[in-house]
């Protein structure tokens, strides 16, 4: 039950934008469409703010948006906010072997 | 809304055991699948165990198989987790979460209760 590949960590200043990928394989990320993207502030449970590749639950800014091509998912953030400061998890379904797997995790830095 | 709320967390010693619990509120228990998710200290989120809404239909990660057991009590809306053997590495902060359907796995989280396996 490999995890799937983020960057540790990724950087940008207020109003940028920054895309964090999340790699998998064509059993997982490749294969259904049911990656799902979490926010987590230190000491804080994790929040959903994509699920199903590209939809966002209601609540969650605009600014958040989900993508994928082949096996690689990516988040982008849109006019950075000082409160966007936190780990961002991806997820995947793997299949009925590996069922759910998760990314290492990226730290969002706010500059 | 959505409440879930685990307890039971604690320190054990090495071949220990735990049982966590997760009190679920403001949803229709019985009609949702639930999942337990861990962190160990620093690290990523790592999916543990999952229970259909039968209570029968249960998967787990390849290194807890046989070891955790996950059950519900639909008719008291608590989710568990029954832990053995545990292992240094099973230390994490551990998750419950709520299902809303089976493409979005981790729609709603409860706060975590933290288990240290250390002698």
């Known amino acids: 039950q490999s995890a799937l590949t983020q960057p540790a960590s990724v950087s940008g200043s207020p109003g940028q934008s920054i895309t964090i990928s999340c790699t998998g394989t064509r059993r997982d990320v490749g294969g259904y469409n049911v990656v799902s993207w979490y926010q987590q502030h230190p000491g804080k449970a994790p929040k959903v703010i994509i699920h199903?590749?590209?939809k966002r639950p209601s609540g969650v800014s605009s600014r958040f948006s989900g993508s994928k091509s082949g096996n690689t998912a990516s988040l982008t953030i849109s006019g950075l906010q000082a409160e966007d400061e936190a780990d961002y998890h991806c997820c995947s379904y793997g299949g009925p072997d590996t069922h759910w797997v998760f990314g290492g995790g990226t730290k969002l830095t706010v500059l | 809304q959505v409440q879930l709320v685990e307890s039971g967390g604690g320190v054990v010693q090495p071949g220990g055991s735990l049982r966590l619990s997760c009190a679920a509120s403001?949803?229709?228990?019985?009609?949702?699948?639930m999942h337990w998710v861990r962190q160990a200290p620093g690290k990523g989120l790592e999916w543990v165990a999952f229970?259909?809404?039968?209570?029968?239909?249960?998967f787990y990660r390849d290194s807890v198989q046989g070891r955790f057991t996950i059950t519900r009590d639909n008719s008291d809306n608590t989710l568990y987790l029954q832990m053995n053997s545990l292992r240094p590495e099973d230390t994490a902060v551990y998750y419950c979460?709520?299902?809303?359907?089976?493409?979005?796995?981790?729609?709603?989280w409860g706060q975590g209760t933290l288990v240290t396996v250390s002698s």
């Open positions: 229970v259909h809404v039968d209570g029968h239909t249960k």
């Open positions: 979460a709520q299902e809303s359907m089976s493409s979005r796995p981790f729609d709603s």
């Open positions: 199903e590749d590209t």
């Open positions: 403001g949803f229709t228990f019985s009609d949702f699948a």
